[in-house]
């Protein structure tokens, strides 16, 4: 937990670099979720808590984030950074090519740690509208260590292809939906292919409070002939931009 607080600390230490200019503001953000699911898959009648807290610029994004529940535990942060030369500003919109990264650790207490690295491309296209779409994709290992096997297996690895798109509108009175579809979400990463589907909304104030709700569902071999439904997963959120 130090060692967590000591990333995010260091996260908002850095924050105030290059951020003289107007073009390159950061905006900072907390956000805190509670989560329910029902009563499929392995996590079946929850409650889930989780925080982030994370950074937006024009030239980089990252964001950090923990999540409890009973005997299981997780961490995850991640970054994107833009680059000048795949750049395109319009006169409402703006069109760029990043690269990306992120790590994720989940402890099942008795059971199992588990290791995710993510490396990825990314597009974005943002219009002076309101309306986004952040396509990414790339390559996902997986370390998994079991605690009755580790004395002879120390470690079992995995890696596969990874994508996921988000399409985001925000209207002019604040109010905003969304759509997400990928192979993973941030505190859940399932071998492929089992990927997941959220729709939400949210409501943008004025004071860069934020509150929204979605709904997440993930389906098993959902790219063969025989899917089926994983997990079903409501969430509420709260976030703060300063």
């Not at 925080?51 to 961490?75: P, T």
């Not at 079992?156 to 979400?185: C, L, Q």
Request: glycine content about 8%; some cysteine.
């Amino acid at each position: 937990m130090k060692k967590i607080l000591f990333i995010l600390t260091c996260v908002f230490a850095f924050s105030h670099l290059g951020a003289e200019s107007p073009q390159n503001t950061i905006k900072k953000f907390v956000e805190f979720d509670m989560s329910s699911s029902t009563t499929r898959g392995i996590e079946r009648e929850q409650r889930l808590y989780s925080g982030q807290a994370g950074l937006n610029s024009r030239w980089f994004d990252c964001v950090a984030g923990i999540q409890n529940y009973e005997d299981v535990f997780d961490f995850t942060i991640a970054g994107t950074a833009w680059l000048p030369c795949v750049n395109w500003d319009f006169e409402t919109a703006r069109i760029v090519l990043g690269c990306g990264a992120l790590y994720h650790f989940q402890r099942f207490r008795n059971v199992s740690s588990e290791h995710d690295y993510m490396f990825s491309s990314n597009f974005s296209y943002r219009s002076d509208s309101g309306f986004s779409i952040t396509f990414w994709g790339g390559y996902c290992g997986k370390s998994t260590q079991i605690d009755a096997l580790k004395e002879y297996v120390p470690f079992i690895h995995d890696h596969y292809p990874y994508a996921g798109i988000i399409i985001d509108k925000v209207f002019s009175n604040g109010f905003e939906i969304y759509f997400r579809h990928s192979t993973h979400d941030f505190y859940r990463y399932p071998v492929f292919c089992s990927p997941s589907y959220s729709l939400g909304a949210a409501i943008n104030l004025e004071s860069g409070l934020r509150f929204g709700g979605d709904a997440s569902i993930r389906i098993i071999d959902g790219y063969t002939t025989a899917p089926y439904v994983d997990s079903l997963i409501l969430r509420m959120t709260a976030r703060f931009t300063f």
